[in-house]
């Protein structure tokens, strides 16, 4: 168990935007013994939660929600790094982008983090990917589901690009589609014709495993 301390210091470090504060922290969780997963699900996924909710009620703008990203990546990026190879099992890969014209990617990084914790492979292309993209790299990674996040009302059509690009090139059938983004929502996947919807990271983990038939 990590002392709450800690656990309270990293929530911080998200919301402070103090991105060195962060990577410290993870990195010394982990010298330790940790577990970097406790830190991540305790200590800096709630941190991002309420930075978006203080975006959300207008107390904080996008500048501050895009240095909330950037520190929440960056420490991301070292908990993913020290996830035993032997978690890896290979269940699957699930090949993830937001969607061309977005460049948000908080939600999405939360949902990576998640789904590598639980053994399945990513292959993430990151932010503002084009439909034509998406597939080729699906194709070429020999991906077993497309992810896709939207952020913007704006950009969800690019979500129904993507199932009309794959059924015109003939691979609809070959992958799974699960989609995902705060304006995104059940009805909106069962008309575009994806496979599932993922309300919030650990619904997205469950879906993606109910679709590799885990």
Known sequence: MIDNKIIEEAKQSIISFNKDKAVEIARRVISEGHDPLELMNNGFTPGIREVGDLFGR??????????????????????????????????????????QGDVHDIGKGIVVSLLRANGIKVHDLGRDVATDTIIEEAVKVNADIIGTS???????????KLEEALKKAGLRDRFKTIVGGAPVTERWATRIGADAYGADAQDAVDKVNELLNL
């Open 58 to 99: 207008g107390i904080l703008f996008i500048p501050e929600l895009m240095l909330a990203a950037k520190v929440m990546q960056a420490a991301t990026d070292v908990v993913n790094e020290a996830i035993p190879e032997q978690k890896e099992t290979k269940k699957g890969l699930i090949l993830i982008a937001t969607v």
């Open 150 to 160: 939207a952020l913007l009302t704006t950009t969800m059509p690019k979500q129904k």
